[in-house]
Nanobody, 120 residues
Framework: QVQLVESGGGLVQPGGSLTLSCVAS????????MGWYRQAPGKQRELVAV???????NYADSVKGRFTISRDSAKNTVYLQMNSLIPEDTAVYYC??????????????WGQGTQVTVSL
């Protein structure tokens, strides 16, 4: 099965930038879509951005034009470049991977989460 490890979170001032990374490892046939979700205190987890194995991307309206998702399939890694950060972007960011196991079953993996705080 897939294990995900995120990195790159931290504290940044409004208007600043951060890049999150997520590396997938383990035993699997393939990793299909990969994405980033976030959860702010007292709120539900929400989709931030997703990228398919073919490179098609989709973004939440709140981050369009500011965030960019990309992936390096050879390294099983997905990135989230976050620019023009605002306090409302403060949340725990989770990586997600939709994979196919060696038993040809779908499996959704989640990372442990990385904190992003946007504040003066």
């Amino acid at each position: 099965q897939v294990q995900l490890v995120e990195s790159g979170g931290g504290l940044v001032q409004p208007g600043g930038s951060l890049t999150l990374s997520c590396v997938a490892s383990g035993s699997f046939l393939s990793i299909n879509a990969m994405g980033w979700y976030r959860q702010a205190p007292g709120k539900q987890r929400e989709l931030v951005a997703v990228i398919t194995s073919g490179g098609t991307t989709n973004y939440a309206d709140s981050v369009k034009g500011r965030f960019t998702i990309s992936r390096d399939s050879a390294k099983n890694t997905v990135y989230l470049q976050m620019n023009s950060l605002i306090p409302e972007d403060t949340a725990v960011y989770y990586c997600n991977a939709e994979s196919t196991t060696r038993s040809w079953r779908p499996f959704a993996a989640w990372g442990q989460g990385t904190q992003v705080t946007v504040s003066l």
